[in-house]
Protein backbone atom coordinates (compact mmCIF):
# COMPACT_ATOMS: atom_id res chain seq x y z
CA UNK A 1 0.00 0.00 0.00
CA UNK A 2 2.91 2.42 0.31
CA UNK A 3 3.29 4.72 -2.91
CA UNK A 4 6.89 4.92 -4.24
CA UNK A 5 6.81 9.15 -5.41
CA UNK A 6 9.50 9.81 -8.12
CA UNK A 7 11.38 13.19 -6.84
CA UNK A 8 14.14 13.55 -5.03
CA UNK A 9 14.76 15.61 -2.20
CA UNK A 10 16.29 18.78 -3.80
CA UNK A 11 12.88 18.86 -5.95
CA UNK A 12 10.80 19.73 -2.71
CA UNK A 13 13.19 23.10 -2.64
CA UNK A 14 11.42 23.72 -6.07
CA UNK A 15 8.41 23.55 -4.60
CA UNK A 16 6.75 26.27 -3.10
CA UNK A 17 6.86 23.93 -3.46
CA UNK A 18 9.43 23.31 -2.76
CA UNK A 19 7.92 23.43 -1.31
CA UNK A 20 7.34 25.95 -0.21
CA UNK A 21 7.10 23.71 -1.47
CA UNK A 22 6.71 23.66 -0.12
CA UNK A 23 7.02 20.15 0.58
CA UNK A 24 10.56 20.85 1.90
CA UNK A 25 12.94 18.12 1.65
CA UNK A 26 15.92 19.38 0.35
CA UNK A 27 19.29 17.76 -1.12
CA UNK A 28 22.21 18.44 -2.83
CA UNK A 29 21.90 16.00 -5.52
CA UNK A 30 19.66 17.19 -8.88
CA UNK A 31 16.45 16.19 -9.24
CA UNK A 32 15.72 16.99 -12.59
CA UNK A 33 12.47 15.96 -14.17
CA UNK A 34 11.05 16.69 -10.81
CA UNK A 35 12.03 20.28 -9.77
CA UNK A 36 10.71 21.26 -13.30
CA UNK A 37 7.34 19.41 -13.21
CA UNK A 38 6.56 21.68 -9.77
CA UNK A 39 5.43 24.44 -12.16
CA UNK A 40 2.05 22.63 -12.76
CA UNK A 41 0.12 25.40 -10.23
CA UNK A 42 -3.03 26.46 -9.69
CA UNK A 43 -4.85 29.80 -8.55
CA UNK A 44 -7.56 28.15 -6.39
CA UNK A 45 -5.68 28.47 -3.03
CA UNK A 46 -5.95 31.92 -3.02
CA UNK A 47 -10.36 31.91 -3.89
CA UNK A 48 -10.64 28.42 -1.43
CA UNK A 49 -11.97 31.36 1.44
CA UNK A 50 -14.68 32.82 -0.94
CA UNK A 51 -15.89 29.15 -1.65
CA UNK A 52 -17.45 28.85 1.62
CA UNK A 53 -21.00 27.70 1.18
CA UNK A 54 -22.33 29.34 4.84
CA UNK A 55 -22.82 33.00 4.99
CA UNK A 56 -20.95 35.59 7.52
CA UNK A 57 -17.48 33.59 7.52
CA UNK A 58 -15.56 37.34 5.89
CA UNK A 59 -11.90 37.21 6.08
CA UNK A 60 -12.25 40.46 7.67
CA UNK A 61 -14.11 39.63 10.84
CA UNK A 62 -12.45 36.40 10.90
CA UNK A 63 -11.12 37.68 14.62
CA UNK A 64 -14.62 37.41 15.95
CA UNK A 65 -16.22 34.87 13.75
CA UNK A 66 -17.27 30.95 14.14
CA UNK A 67 -16.99 28.94 11.41
CA UNK A 68 -20.61 28.01 10.62
CA UNK A 69 -21.12 24.30 9.75
CA UNK A 70 -21.78 21.98 7.55
CA UNK A 71 -18.56 24.20 5.56
CA UNK A 72 -17.97 23.51 1.60
CA UNK A 73 -14.59 24.79 0.48
CA UNK A 74 -13.11 24.49 -2.95
CA UNK A 75 -9.49 23.03 -2.80
CA UNK A 76 -6.61 23.67 -5.30
CA UNK A 77 -7.77 20.53 -6.81
CA UNK A 78 -10.67 21.76 -8.05
CA UNK A 79 -12.56 19.50 -5.64
CA UNK A 80 -15.62 20.65 -3.20
CA UNK A 81 -14.24 19.17 0.58
CA UNK A 82 -16.71 19.57 2.94
CA UNK A 83 -16.64 20.02 6.51
CA UNK A 84 -19.28 18.49 8.83
CA UNK A 85 -17.87 19.91 11.99
CA UNK A 86 -14.38 21.01 12.85
CA UNK A 87 -11.40 18.19 12.31
CA UNK A 88 -10.59 16.94 15.80
CA UNK A 89 -7.61 14.71 14.31
CA UNK A 90 -5.37 16.31 11.46
CA UNK A 91 -2.36 14.94 9.25
CA UNK A 92 0.21 17.05 7.67
CA UNK A 93 1.72 15.47 4.22
CA UNK A 94 4.66 18.86 3.74
CA UNK A 95 6.28 20.82 6.45
CA UNK A 96 3.88 24.01 5.09
CA UNK A 97 0.96 22.56 6.12
CA UNK A 98 2.60 21.31 9.17
CA UNK A 99 3.31 25.20 9.97
CA UNK A 100 0.37 26.41 9.13
CA UNK A 101 -1.97 24.04 11.39
CA UNK A 102 0.40 24.33 14.22
CA UNK A 103 0.60 28.74 13.84
CA UNK A 104 -2.94 29.17 14.40
CA UNK A 105 -3.16 26.76 17.11
CA UNK A 106 -4.46 23.38 15.92
CA UNK A 107 -1.24 21.77 17.04
CA UNK A 108 -2.27 19.24 19.51
CA UNK A 109 -5.16 17.97 16.89
CA UNK A 110 -2.02 16.33 14.70
CA UNK A 111 -2.10 12.93 14.63
CA UNK A 112 1.10 12.37 11.48
CA UNK A 113 3.54 14.68 9.61
CA UNK A 114 5.68 14.17 6.96
CA UNK A 115 9.26 13.12 7.62
CA UNK A 116 10.50 16.88 6.97
CA UNK A 117 8.39 18.75 9.63
CA UNK A 118 10.66 19.75 11.84
CA UNK A 119 9.03 23.40 12.68
CA UNK A 120 7.69 23.91 15.12
CA UNK A 121 9.87 21.71 17.35
CA UNK A 122 7.22 20.20 18.97
CA UNK A 123 6.53 18.83 15.02
CA UNK A 124 9.55 16.26 15.22
CA UNK A 125 7.51 14.18 18.11
CA UNK A 126 4.68 13.43 15.75
CA UNK A 127 4.02 9.63 14.49
CA UNK A 128 6.07 9.82 10.95
CA UNK A 129 3.60 9.27 7.40
CA UNK A 130 6.51 9.11 5.31
CA UNK A 131 9.29 11.21 3.45
CA UNK A 132 9.48 11.23 -0.78
CA UNK A 133 7.45 7.76 0.20
CA UNK A 134 4.21 8.52 1.80
CA UNK A 135 3.09 5.66 3.57
CA UNK A 136 -0.93 5.14 3.05
CA UNK A 137 -1.41 2.92 5.63
CA UNK A 138 0.12 4.97 8.57
CA UNK A 139 -2.35 7.57 7.08
CA UNK A 140 -5.41 5.20 6.86
CA UNK A 141 -4.33 3.77 10.49
CA UNK A 142 -4.01 7.64 12.02
CA UNK A 143 -7.89 8.10 11.20
CA UNK A 144 -7.46 11.87 10.65
CA UNK A 145 -10.67 13.75 10.06
CA UNK A 146 -8.66 15.91 7.25
CA UNK A 147 -5.37 15.59 5.65
CA UNK A 148 -4.01 18.56 4.56
CA UNK A 149 -1.64 17.92 1.29
CA UNK A 150 0.28 19.99 -1.52
CA UNK A 151 -1.32 19.31 -5.33
CA UNK A 152 1.24 20.50 -7.33
CA UNK A 153 3.83 17.76 -6.07
CA UNK A 154 1.27 15.24 -4.53
CA UNK A 155 -1.67 14.81 -6.93
CA UNK A 156 -1.35 10.64 -6.57
CA UNK A 157 -1.67 10.70 -3.59
CA UNK A 158 -4.38 12.76 -2.70
CA UNK A 159 -6.32 10.50 -5.38
CA UNK A 160 -5.30 7.55 -3.92
CA UNK A 161 -6.18 8.61 -0.72
CA UNK A 162 -9.83 9.82 -1.77
CA UNK A 163 -10.17 6.49 -2.98
CA UNK A 164 -9.88 5.60 0.47
CA UNK A 165 -12.39 7.46 1.68
CA UNK A 166 -9.85 9.84 3.22
CA UNK A 167 -10.61 13.75 3.51
CA UNK A 168 -8.23 15.47 1.81
CA UNK A 169 -7.87 19.76 1.50
CA UNK A 170 -5.03 20.36 -1.08
CA UNK A 171 -3.21 23.35 -1.26
CA UNK A 172 -0.56 24.91 -4.20
CA UNK A 173 -0.34 29.00 -3.37
CA UNK A 174 1.54 30.70 -5.97
CA UNK A 175 1.92 34.10 -4.24
CA UNK A 176 2.41 35.84 -0.99
CA UNK A 177 -1.40 36.39 -0.65
CA UNK A 178 -2.42 33.20 -1.64
CA UNK A 179 -0.25 31.55 0.92
CA UNK A 180 -2.17 34.03 3.63
CA UNK A 181 -5.52 32.92 2.26
CA UNK A 182 -4.48 29.79 2.50
CA UNK A 183 -3.81 30.58 6.25
CA UNK A 184 -6.68 32.22 6.83
CA UNK A 185 -8.66 28.88 4.86
CA UNK A 186 -6.71 26.16 7.54
CA UNK A 187 -8.44 28.62 10.15
CA UNK A 188 -11.60 28.55 9.10
CA UNK A 189 -11.75 24.80 8.46
CA UNK A 190 -10.71 24.05 12.04
CA UNK A 191 -12.95 26.93 13.71
CA UNK A 192 -9.41 28.75 14.39
CA UNK A 193 -10.34 32.01 13.10
CA UNK A 194 -8.77 34.25 15.72
CA UNK A 195 -5.81 32.31 15.66
CA UNK A 196 -5.20 32.74 11.91
CA UNK A 197 -6.14 36.15 11.59
CA UNK A 198 -3.71 36.82 14.37
CA UNK A 199 -0.81 35.05 12.12
CA UNK A 200 -1.72 36.74 8.92
CA UNK A 201 -1.85 39.99 10.26
CA UNK A 202 1.46 39.59 10.86
CA UNK A 203 2.70 38.73 7.67
CA UNK A 204 0.69 41.25 6.04
CA UNK A 205 2.49 43.93 8.32
CA UNK A 206 6.13 42.23 7.69
CA UNK A 207 5.16 42.53 3.55
CA UNK A 208 4.02 46.07 3.91
CA UNK A 209 6.92 47.10 5.84
CA UNK A 210 9.32 45.88 2.93
CA UNK A 211 7.14 47.24 0.28
CA UNK A 212 6.88 50.83 2.40
CA UNK A 213 10.38 50.62 2.82
CA UNK A 214 10.99 50.46 -1.33
CA UNK A 215 8.59 52.43 -2.53
CA UNK A 216 10.38 54.07 -5.48
CA UNK A 217 13.50 52.33 -5.11
CA UNK A 218 15.29 51.54 -8.17
CA UNK A 219 15.48 46.89 -8.72
CA UNK A 220 18.32 45.79 -8.38
CA UNK A 221 19.38 42.89 -10.44
CA UNK A 222 19.22 39.68 -8.53
CA UNK A 223 20.16 36.03 -8.60
CA UNK A 224 18.33 33.35 -7.31
CA UNK A 225 19.63 29.51 -6.40
CA UNK A 226 17.14 27.75 -4.39
CA UNK A 227 18.89 24.25 -4.95
CA UNK A 228 22.50 23.82 -6.82
CA UNK A 229 22.23 24.91 -10.46
CA UNK A 230 18.45 25.84 -10.06
CA UNK A 231 16.76 28.99 -10.04
CA UNK A 232 13.29 30.24 -10.05
CA UNK A 233 11.82 32.36 -13.23
CA UNK A 234 8.22 34.08 -13.51
CA UNK A 235 5.12 33.17 -12.31
CA UNK A 236 5.91 31.50 -9.33
CA UNK A 237 6.22 32.86 -5.40
CA UNK A 238 9.77 32.98 -5.16
CA UNK A 239 9.90 35.19 -8.08
CA UNK A 240 7.82 37.34 -6.54
CA UNK A 241 9.64 37.20 -2.91
CA UNK A 242 12.78 38.71 -5.12
CA UNK A 243 10.54 41.30 -6.88
CA UNK A 244 8.67 42.49 -3.23
CA UNK A 245 12.31 42.83 -1.95
CA UNK A 246 13.11 44.97 -4.60
CA UNK A 247 15.01 42.99 -6.74
CA UNK A 248 14.98 42.26 -10.46
CA UNK A 249 15.10 38.44 -11.06
CA UNK A 250 17.55 37.88 -13.99
CA UNK A 251 15.67 34.48 -14.03
CA UNK A 252 12.40 35.56 -14.78
CA UNK A 253 12.77 34.93 -18.78
CA UNK A 254 11.51 31.68 -18.21
CA UNK A 255 8.81 30.25 -16.28
CA UNK A 256 8.95 28.24 -13.51
CA UNK A 257 11.19 26.76 -11.88
CA UNK A 258 14.35 25.43 -14.17
CA UNK A 259 17.85 23.86 -14.20
CA UNK A 260 20.59 27.28 -15.86
CA UNK A 261 22.19 28.16 -18.15
CA UNK A 262 25.63 29.42 -16.50
CA UNK A 263 26.39 31.64 -19.51
CA UNK A 264 22.87 33.32 -19.39
CA UNK A 265 23.80 34.40 -15.48
CA UNK A 266 27.11 35.33 -16.30
CA UNK A 267 25.77 37.74 -19.15
CA UNK A 268 22.59 39.05 -16.90
CA UNK A 269 25.31 40.32 -14.18
CA UNK A 270 23.59 40.58 -11.23
CA UNK A 271 24.43 42.95 -8.80
CA UNK A 272 23.18 40.50 -5.60
CA UNK A 273 22.96 36.68 -5.41
CA UNK A 274 20.86 34.51 -2.76
CA UNK A 275 21.10 30.77 -2.09
CA UNK A 276 19.45 28.55 -0.44
CA UNK A 277 21.30 27.63 3.02
CA UNK A 278 20.53 24.89 5.76
CA UNK A 279 22.58 22.99 8.61
CA UNK A 280 21.50 19.22 7.75
CA UNK A 281 20.53 18.65 3.64
CA UNK A 282 22.39 21.97 1.48
CA UNK A 283 24.68 23.04 4.35
CA UNK A 284 27.02 25.29 1.70
CA UNK A 285 26.67 23.95 -1.09
CA UNK A 286 24.80 25.86 -3.29
CA UNK A 287 27.48 28.72 -1.95
CA UNK A 288 30.17 26.70 -2.92
CA UNK A 289 29.13 25.50 -6.27
CA UNK A 290 28.57 29.45 -7.15
CA UNK A 291 31.95 30.42 -5.88
CA UNK A 292 33.36 27.76 -7.98
CA UNK A 293 31.64 27.87 -11.07
CA UNK A 294 33.60 28.92 -13.99
CA UNK A 295 32.77 32.60 -14.71
CA UNK A 296 31.32 33.44 -11.74
CA UNK A 297 34.09 35.44 -10.30
CA UNK A 298 33.20 37.53 -12.77
CA UNK A 299 29.83 38.77 -11.81
CA UNK A 300 29.55 42.08 -10.02
CA UNK A 301 27.51 40.23 -6.41
CA UNK A 302 30.66 37.84 -6.66
CA UNK A 303 33.42 40.40 -7.14
CA UNK A 304 31.53 42.79 -4.40
CA UNK A 305 31.06 40.14 -1.47
CA UNK A 306 27.40 40.80 -2.16
CA UNK A 307 26.37 36.94 -1.89
CA UNK A 308 23.58 36.09 0.69
CA UNK A 309 22.24 33.21 2.43
CA UNK A 310 18.85 32.49 3.12
CA UNK A 311 17.67 30.01 5.15
CA UNK A 312 15.96 27.02 2.98
CA UNK A 313 13.22 25.88 5.39
CA UNK A 314 12.01 29.55 5.29
CA UNK A 315 12.41 30.10 2.06
CA UNK A 316 11.11 26.50 0.34
CA UNK A 317 8.05 26.39 2.73
CA UNK A 318 4.29 28.51 1.77
CA UNK A 319 3.88 28.66 5.28
CA UNK A 320 3.48 31.52 7.73
CA UNK A 321 7.00 32.29 7.74
CA UNK A 322 7.36 33.24 4.15
CA UNK A 323 7.35 37.31 4.94
CA UNK A 324 9.90 36.70 7.23
CA UNK A 325 12.38 35.51 4.73
CA UNK A 326 10.71 38.02 2.35
CA UNK A 327 12.29 40.87 5.22
CA UNK A 328 15.69 38.59 5.10
CA UNK A 329 15.91 39.26 1.19
CA UNK A 330 14.82 42.80 1.09
CA UNK A 331 17.81 43.70 3.95
CA UNK A 332 20.05 42.07 1.73
CA UNK A 333 19.07 43.59 -1.71
CA UNK A 334 18.67 47.07 0.48
CA UNK A 335 20.33 47.14 3.17
CA UNK A 336 20.23 50.43 3.56
CA UNK A 337 16.40 51.42 3.16
CA UNK A 338 15.32 47.77 5.39
CA UNK A 339 16.13 47.67 8.79
Avoid at 135 to 148: I, T
Avoid at 187 to 212: R, S, W, Y
Avoid at 269 to 296: Q, T
Amino acid sequence: MKRSLKWHKSSWLAMVLLFALALTACGTNGGGNAAAGSNAETKQEGNAAGNNTAAGNAADNAGDAKTVYPLTLKDSTGTDVTFDKAPAKIATLVPSETEAVYAVGAGDRIVGVDDYSDYPEEAKTKPKLGDMNINLEAVVAAKPDVVFAHSSIQSKVIEELRGLNVKVFASDPKSVDEVIAKIDTVGQILDLQAGAKQVTDQMKAEKQQVVDALKGTPLKKVYMEFSPGWTVGSGEYMDELVTLAGGDNVGKAKAGWYEIDPEAIIKANPEVILYAKDDEYLKNSIYDGIIKRPGFKEIGAVKNGQVFPLDNNMISRVGPRLTKVLLDMAKAIHPDLVK
